[in-house]
């Protein structure tokens, strides 16, 4: 037996919130003005029957706009943020059921506007 004490104290007094930050960064999220956008869109197709319903994910890298004809299928469309992609290709892009890129672009009213055109599944 000694006389310290079994614990050392350390010299450096390290912020939780920024420790916590480095150990699990937040998600990428959709910001309010793109909610609007994608829900004004999602909004109008329902109108016109083609969607029923949306899911949202929000994770370390990329935040995900599903779309679903019916909530217990595949996502027909993902309307996707990536920050990484920002300085190259552009953050946002849209996904068909098969994971092909239907658009991608810096600005998300650019890209959301691959819903203008009616989109069709042709089987040959």
């Not at 919130?17 to 869109?41: G, M, Q």
């Not at 109108?47 to 019916?70: N, P």
């Not at 217990?72 to 990484?84: Q, S, T």
């Not at 300085?87 to 009213?109: C, D, F, P, W």
Request: net charge positive.
């Amino acid at each position: 037996m000694t006389d310290q004490p079994d614990f050392q104290t350390p010299d450096v007094v390290v912020d939780l919130r920024e420790y916590r930050s480095s150990k699990d960064p937040l998600p990428v999220t959709f910001h309010r003005r793109e909610l609007d956008a994608i829900l004004w869109v999602y909004g109008r197709m329902v109108g016109e029957g083609e969607w029923r319903d949306y899911a949202i994910d929000h994770m370390r890298d990329k935040a995900v706009f599903s779309v679903f004809k019916r909530s217990g299928e595949m996502p027909l469309y993902r309307i996707e943020k990536n920050p990484k992609l920002a300085a190259k290709q552009g953050a946002y892009s849209v996904l068909n059921t098969h994971g092909m890129i239907l658009k991608r672009g810096h600005e998300l009213s650019q890209v959301l506007k691959v819903f203008d055109k009616v989109l069709r599944l042709v089987e040959t």
